[in-house]
């Protein structure tokens, strides 16, 4: 089993930036898919970011292509999500996830393991 541990998360003006972290331990970490996922209030939570196990493939959402970079560690069992430019429609609880690495983890059936979440706030 995978635990995942957010932290980075806070409060940020309009164009700000900010690094997500997500510690992992327990099960395949190297072996694994990983993604980011956000929910804002009152919405379902939606994809962000994935990447492949080595690294080497990533997939993002439409409304974060350019502005946030997701990746990963496998020496540290760390993954990243490093946002600029961000927006107040960026604010939203940021959640890790961990898959299969066989599936593109672009929906919330595709994850197996969660972290808690950060709160990300962007101020207008």
């Known amino acids: 089993q995978v635990q995942l541990v957010e932290s980075g998360g806070g409060l940020v003006q309009t164009g700000g930036s900010l690094r997500l972290s997500c510690a992992a331990s327990?099960?395949?970490?190297?072996?694994?898919?990983l993604g980011w996922f956000r929910q804002a209030s009152g919405k379902g939570r939606e994809f962000v970011a994935s990447?492949?196990?080595?690294?080497?493939?990533?997939l993002y959402a439409n409304s974060v292509k350019g502005r946030f970079t997701i990746s990963r560690d496998n020496a540290k069992n760390m993954v990243y999500l490093q946002m600029v430019s961000l927006k107040p429609e960026d604010t939203a609880v940021y959640y890790c996830?961990?898959?299969?690495?066989?599936?593109?983890?672009?929906?919330?059936?595709?994850?197996?393991?969660w972290g808690q979440g950060t709160q990300v706030t962007v101020s207008s």
């Open positions: 327990g099960g395949s970490f190297g072996s694994s898919r």
């Open positions: 990447i492949s196990p080595n690294g080497g493939s990533t």
């Open positions: 996830a961990a898959g299969n690495a066989f599936v593109p983890l672009t929906t919330t059936s595709q994850a197996i393991y």
